[in-house]
């Protein structure tokens, strides 16, 4: 389709293990974001991407969490050692430049054992 | 970032009626925009509403209409002849003039009765 799109739609793994997460925006949006949504919560920024280089990664609660977009367009969010409390829904999302409508995918839902 | 509340964790509405959801957002910034987002059980958000700080008008799309009151900083969603697709959780988010990152509330979930 020609939606944003997030692999896989479901990961569970145990704590202490490493998972990668993809996110494949809209074709031509340089702008992506990844959001994390907690159970019963809206979703936390993590980390927005211009292109190739993340413009601003604040929202990363800690150095286990790393995201890349190599070449402007699939990005991955990595998260290293995982603990129970990473446990969420990480969504992603796409426009055109820095403002305007996002486009959300239908979110990858991480569970920590 | 903006502190966007919502108060109402769930609402029930009849089919084919009316019915408000309420978000405040906190903020000392003169120029900003307030959205609401629909999150159906398939977890994706879908963009509704806008509503620019510095527009005159209340912003309205089709069955969609936001209640902007900036003196009591409130933008309420008004969902107009309810439909059972309505049923889902429903965000308010916010986002500051030179900035990107959307501030959510905690959402508001509908459940739309026939």
């Known amino acids: 389709g020609a939606g944003v799109s997030q692999t896989p739609s479901n990961k569970v793994t145990e704590k202490g293990k490493y998972v990668e997460l993809r996110c494949d925006p809209i074709?031509?949006?340089?702008?992506l974001y990844w959001y994390r949504q907690s159970l019963g919560q809206g979703p936390e920024f993590l980390i927005y991407?211009?292109?190739?280089?993340?413009?601003?990664d604040s929202g990363l609660p800690n150095d286990r969490f790393f995201a890349v977009r190599p070449e402007g367009s699939v990005s991955t969010l990595k998260i290293q050692r995982t603990e129970r409390g990473d446990s969420a829904v990480y969504l992603c999302?796409?426009?055109?430049?820095?403002?305007?409508?996002?486009?959300f995918g239908e979110g990858s839902r991480l569970t920590v054992l | 970032a903006q502190k966007i509340t919502q108060t109402q964790p769930g609402m029930f509405v009849q089919e084919k009626e009316a019915v408000t959801l309420d978000c405040t957002y906190d903020?000392?910034?003169?120029?900003?925009?307030l959205f609401w987002y629909k999150q159906p059980s398939s977890g994706e958000m879908i963009f509704l509403i806008y509503?620019?700080?510095?527009?005159?008008q209340n912003a309205t799309e089709g069955r969609y209409s936001l209640n902007f009151q900036k003196a009591r900083k409130s933008a309420n969603l008004v969902i107009s002849a309810s439909q059972l697709g309505d049923s889902a959780m429903y965000f308010c988010?916010?986002?500051?003039?030179?900035?990107?990152?959307?501030?959510f509330g905690a959402g508001t979930t509908v459940t739309v009765r026939a």
């Open positions: 999302a796409s426009g055109q430049g820095n403002t305007g409508e996002l486009f």
């Open positions: 074709s031509g949006h340089t702008a």
């Open positions: 991407f211009q292109g190739t280089g993340a413009a601003d």
């Open positions: 903020t000392s910034d003169p120029s900003y925009g």
């Open positions: 509503q620019g700080s510095y527009d005159q």
């Open positions: 988010a916010g986002v500051r003039s030179n900035d990107y990152k959307l501030s």
